[in-house]
């Protein structure tokens, strides 16, 4: 069983920042990949960022240049960096990682989500 707390959502006017935080915990495990994704109201679940075990880091265009994703402690703790928001950044962000299961099977876990608000 791995867990995912998150943590760092919150109000923030257009063109501040926030920075959220996802750790890893539970028992043994490797991670194969570490992603955001966003739902904002009446709208489908988008991915945002992917951290991969190997260090590539993909974005979606609506964020590239203005989102930064990264990882600490062994990758056990990811961080969604996001600057310049924009109010349609508002959304429901959500952490999820990929756990290698065996040499060819991984699994998904995810977090339970935080709210971020981009309004004046």
């Known amino acids: 069983q791995v867990q995912l707390v998150e943590s760092g959502g919150g109000l923030v006017q257009p063109g501040g920042s926030l920075r959220l935080s996802c750790a890893a915990s539970g028992t043994a495990f490797s991670i194969y990949a570490m992603r955001w994704y966003r739902q904002a109201p009446g709208k489908q679940r988008e991915l945002v960022a992917e951290?991969?075990?190997?260090?590539?880091?993909n974005y979606a265009d609506s964020v590239k240049g203005r989102f930064t994703i990264s990882s600490v402690n062994a990758e056990n703790t990811v961080y969604l960096q996001m600057d310049v928001l924009k109010p349609e950044d508002t959304a429901v962000y959500y952490c999820?990682?990929?756990?290698?299961?065996?040499?060819?099977?991984?699994?998904?876990?995810w977090g339970q989500g935080t709210q971020v608000t981009v309004s004046s």
């Open positions: 999820n990682a990929e756990i290698w299961r065996d040499a060819a099977v991984t699994a998904n876990y």
């Open positions: 951290l991969a075990s190997g260090g590539t880091t």
